[in-house]
């Protein structure tokens, strides 16, 4: 028998036995040691002579090939060990081990009698005999198969997540997109609505058509540009911050909020701190921000049936090199669930609400390295909070 026992020798390559041979005593002669010890189970262990061709194995190999003794027995290890490697890999291997100069261990495909394919790392080393030559190479593989087919798994499961972080990312942004862009596209509809009016008078008024017309253009243009805002923001796209005034970026979010908070009978009053320096950051994303507070402020207001609704709009210095901002309302305080919820993706405690305005808002406040907080404020309404760099 040409294989291993590896359960009842798995120390020691198995040998026939054989009539010792005896010195010039007469005394019997200590064979030389034919194989180096074999201490793991489930290794698979080859022999082969120096020009490379099979002499004995282990069972553990010969289970993972599927081949007989009979069909081991003398073939050339290069077809059975690396048959899918370059013809000279085998060969250049096997002259390393047998020049003296270390092991050489790499990673090649198993062929199973069956078809079916394992991958082996092995160790390829060699053995002297009682004389100090090189006699036998030892190739001593381990099964690596399952570590690879983790490895496909996780890099699949990778991927997926991968695709659905694009899924969640697409899904964000054509939430943000049809949360923020409500309010420019029902202008250039309301303003183009008047110009179409306008145009069936008898005597159209030229300069009312032509400002309405202007004011279109100038939403149009305004709701492109919150795309392309919202696109990289949602993205994680770098963005150059830009210089601009406090001031004038309130300015612009009241012009926008200004028409429905009077429709509503909200009031909007405004305190910039006189000489603030010039902020930091990007200005059509932090209008998108105090568009946002105050939107939600006039909704939830209105939902109260108040008519003298009051929002105060504060900025002044705050910590060393920022501006804060703070948007107070009159309307009755937040209820528990509301605050520890509002800004949860998709909460909201608004009928036909999409409940992502408020996440956005902190969203942009945290890109500007700052945060957006809710506190009762004394008069027992609400007052948000976030801060805005100074450009120096």
């Avoid at 290890?77 to 100069?101: C, D, Q, Y």
């Avoid at 890099?155 to 942004?173: F, V």
């Amino acid at each position: 028998m040409r294989s291993f026992n590896d359960a009842a020798q798995r120390h020691m390559v198995k040998h026939k036995p054989s009539a010792p041979k005896k010195n010039s005593k007469g005394k019997p002669q200590r064979p030389a040691r034919t194989a180096p010890p074999i201490r793991k189970r489930g290794a698979l262990v080859v022999m082969l002579d120096t020009s490379g061709r099979m002499l004995r194995w282990n069972e553990a190999f010969e289970a993972a090939c599927g081949y007989s003794a009979d069909q081991l027995t003398g073939k050339s290890a290069r077809n059975i060990l690396m048959p899918m490697e370059e013809p000279g890999k085998f060969a250049s291997t096997l002259e390393h081990v047998l020049s003296g100069k270390g092991g050489v261990t790499f990673e090649a495909l198993l062929h199973n009698i069956k078809g079916t394919r394992r991958s082996i790392l092995w160790n390829v080393s060699y053995w002297r005999s009682a004389g100090g030559g090189i006699k036998r190479v030892i190739c001593a593989g381990i099964d690596v198969t399952s570590e690879h087919r983790a490895r496909e798994l996780a890099d699949q499961r990778q991927q997926e997540l991968l695709h659905m972080y694009r899924l969640h990312s697409a899904g964000g942004l054509a939430a943000a997109m049809a949360h923020e862009l409500g309010q420019p596209l029902a202008a250039v509809v309301s303003y183009c609505e008047a110009s179409i009016q306008a145009l069936q008078s008898p005597r159209p008024d030229c300069e009312k058509l032509n400002r309405n017309l202007g004011r279109a253009v100038a939403e149009a243009h305004r709701a492109a540009k919150i795309i392309r805002e919202l696109r990289g923001f949602i993205l994680k796209r770098e963005v150059d911050s830009e210089r601009f005034e406090i001031g004038s970026v309130i300015a612009a979010a009241l012009g926008m909020v200004g028409p429905e908070a009077r429709a509503r009978g909200v009031r909007i009053e405004t305190h910039v701190e006189k000489d603030l320096p010039s902020a930091k950051g990007r200005f059509v994303q932090i209008e998108q921000l105090l568009v946002n507070l105050l939107n939600n402020a006039i909704d939830s207001i209105s939902a109260t049936g108040s008519k003298s609704g009051l929002i105060s709009i504060r900025a002044q210095r705050d910590t060393p090199g920022t501006a804060r901002v703070s948007i107070e309302d009159n309307w009755p305080g937040l209820p528990t669930e509301v605050a520890r919820r509002m800004f949860d993706p998709c909460f909201t405690a608004k009928a036909g609400g999409l409940g992502i305005g408020l996440m956005i808002a902190r969203s942009i406040a945290e890109a500007h390295g700052s945060r957006l907080w809710a506190e009762q404020s004394p008069s027992g309404g609400t007052i948000f909070h976030f801060n805005v760099p100074f450009w120096n």
